[in-house]
């Protein structure tokens, strides 16, 4: 069963330095301690990722798993199409608010193996509150 989370947060950087920030996975790993891979696999003609492969400690698994993403004026959006995670699905919507950028992060994942609902319910809240704090600071950095 998929465990979702959403929170927003409020960054001093326009969106299209945000959207860098997010497209750089190759710095995962150097950012986020369980992201022990982040690789492009492709990238558009922008030269932006649409697929990435993921090694992910997750302390009870390591999380591997393929996303795919989708570019909009207002953020991106991914969802993820192989791996030993049976679903994940996640964006970044952006509104510029003057010199602010307020940015909300939704991630959903269904791990396809069993974790008890305390742990998953937890482990959501951290990767939403992780993935924001490490966006603000870089891209206000």
Do not use: C
């Not at 891979?37 to 990435?52: F, I, M, T, Y």
């Not at 008890?116 to 951290?126: A, N, R, T």
């Amino acid at each position: 069963m998929a465990q979702t989370g959403s929170a927003s947060i409020d960054i001093n950087a326009s969106p299209s330095v945000i959207l860098e920030v997010v497209a750089d996975i190759e710095s995962y790993t150097t950012r986020m301690s369980a992201f022990q891979v982040a690789e492009v696999l492709e990238r558009d003609d922008e030269g932006r990722p649409v697929k990435a492969r993921f090694e992910v400690d997750a302390r009870i698994k390591v999380m591997e798993y393929t996303l795919v993403y989708e570019y909009s004026d207002d953020g991106v959006k991914w969802h993820s199409v192989e791996g030993n995670v049976k679903e994940i699905i996640g964006s970044y919507k952006m509104v510029p608010q003057g010199d602010v950028t307020k940015v909300t992060y939704d991630y959903s994942i269904d791990p396809g193996f069993s974790v008890p609902g305390f742990l998953l319910k937890q482990g959501v809240k951290m990767m939403t509150s992780t993935a924001l704090d490490d966006l603000k600071r870089t891209a206000e950095s």
